[in-house]
């Protein structure tokens, strides 16, 4: 009898930490309602936090590929304000259409990946080590090219020369909008949910981040699939940069450096969602509308705007403990 009292209790602690993210954020609407009623489960609001959370679920999932086989990129969001400058600059100072500018952000993005790669799979330093140097690397490039400024309507570029546009389209700016940004977002969190659940080189990559000695005897080619992984992570990562890009109509310093922390908190908080106890699509979309309700609500709620990352920090070790106590008790 009393082995199966434990065992029920093991069970059910289980469910709580496979389940905590969402178990939160189901706390968080119903709280939220009820301090605020209307004005928080209104349709625009509710429309608000999809568009918060966005782009921090696109830079997540570009994280949760990276995370897949172990790896961990620092420096993300530093490149993704990269992304943004060529985006705008593409279009605003030589003239391309919109579909060219986000073909030529996507090759640009894919071509700085590639000194990541270099410095991960050929001068073997730790993925952690040579991404946060890179952020210095990409800032001090971004910059460069842009002439220290930013990249937006009615200016010129760093030569001094006039733009090609002094004015962004209605489609331009629809990407940054309801329901497209969305539409984006969502589309980002299936191609990445199929991939690596769905194909062969997605589990190549869940074997890689179990183990990666395993995987290798197994037959799987580290290094090339840790470069599909990069090269996948650095699409997602251009998409970010394009959104932001259009959202803000602009391409600002560092515009896009902000949602590293957002993005990987969404990562770590959707770890656990039902007991995947890996970086996941669905999870991750479930993470970052957590911190996206969280920040929401607090803010209608009148709470002052320095307490929020607090308040992140706080979910973000909770979702640790969500993530790692049971792996421990195993």
């Not at 568009?51 to 172990?70: Q, R």
């Not at 760093?158 to 940004?181: E, V, W």
Request: aromatic share 10%; proline share 2%; glycine share 10%.
């Amino acid at each position: 009898m009393e082995t199966l009292a434990t065992k029920k209790r093991f069970q059910v602690t289980h469910f709580f930490l496979d389940w905590a993210a969402v178990i939160a954020l189901v706390l968080c609407l119903a709280v939220f309602t009820g301090i605020k009623g209307a004005a928080f489960m209104s349709k625009n609001n509710m429309i608000n936090i999809l568009l918060a959370m966005s782009i921090t679920t696109v830079f997540g999932i570009a994280a949760t590929v990276t995370m897949a086989p172990d790896g961990f990129d620092m420096s993300a969001c530093t490149l993704g304000s990269c992304s943004a400058y060529v985006f705008v600059s593409m279009y605003l100072w030589y003239g391309l259409n919109l579909g060219m500018s986000i073909v030529v952000c996507i090759l640009v993005t894919l071509v700085l990946y590639q000194l990541t790669m270099f410095l991960i799979l050929v001068c073997k330093i730790p993925d952690m080590l040579a991404t946060c140097a890179l952020m210095f690397v990409h800032q001090g490039l971004g910059q460069w090219y842009i002439g220290g400024g930013a990249v937006s309507t009615g200016m010129r570029t760093p030569a001094g020369a006039d733009p090609a546009r002094t004015t962004l389209s209605n489609a331009f700016t629809a990407i940054g909008r309801s329901p497209y940004i969305i539409i984006i977002m969502l589309a980002c969190v299936l191609l990445a949910f199929l991939f690596l659940n769905y194909t062969k080189h997605g589990r190549f990559l869940y074997a890689m981040g179990g183990n990666k000695q395993a995987a290798k005897l197994s037959g799987i080619n580290i290094k090339a699939y840790r470069y599909l992984a990069g090269m996948i992570t650095a699409v997602f990562i251009a998409i970010g940069g394009i959104m932001v890009a259009s959202r803000g109509s602009s391409a600002q310093v560092m515009c896009c450096d902000n949602y590293l922390m957002q993005a990987l908190a969404a990562v770590f908080v959707g770890r656990s969602v039902g007991g995947m106890e890996k970086p996941n699509a669905l999870g991750t979309l479930v993470g970052s509308m957590l911190v996206s309700t969280l920040e929401n609500g607090l803010t209608i709620c009148a709470v002052p705007y320095y307490i929020l990352p607090a308040v992140k920090g706080l979910v973000l070790a909770l979702a640790l403990i969500a993530a790692y106590a049971g792996k421990k008790e195993q």
